[in-house]
């Protein structure tokens, strides 16, 4: 149980960096007191919020291996620009996050396949 609770919280980091890394390079100094611009922070919680109250609950598998895609139109686009900019630069930044992203994408489409 702790596990899959481990893995909610370990997907939630590896969003917030992913926004960071975004928001860092496309809009930075826009808001020099925030880690991140108001756009971007919108965007976090928006994802925060999905993970928590995803329907699969601790079974979630990860957002980009989902048969339920549960993002709003605009917030859908937002979070795919983020993961196209962040995602090959997660494994020199934060290669544990990634490697930990793929394995669980792996489970994810394993399970949905059964």
């Known amino acids: 149980m702790e596990n899959k609770h481990y893995f909610l ?3 939630q980091k590896t969003v917030q960096v992913m926004i960071d890394m975004y928001c860092g390079h496309h809009h930075k100094g826009k808001e020099q007191s925030q880690k991140r611009c108001n756009d971007c922070q919108k965007l ?5 919020n999905k993970i928590e109250k995803c329907v699969f609950g601790l079974d979630k598998p990860v957002c980009s291996s989902c048969t339920r895609h549960c993002y709003q139109t605009d917030q ?3 979070i795919r620009k983020v993961m ?3 995602g ?3 494994l020199y930044r934060h290669p ?3 490697g930990y992203y793929f394995i ?3 489970k994810s489409r394993r399970n ?3």
Not at 44 to 48: F, G, R
């Open 44 to 48: 976090y919680e928006y994802a925060l």
């Open 88 to 90: 090959p630069r997660m």
């Open 84 to 86: 196209r900019y962040a």
């Open 76 to 78: 859908r686009e937002q």
């Open 112 to 114: 949905r396949a059964k």
């Open 104 to 106: 669980n994408k792996h």
């Open 9 to 11: 919280l370990r997907e």
């Open 96 to 98: 544990i996050l990634a």
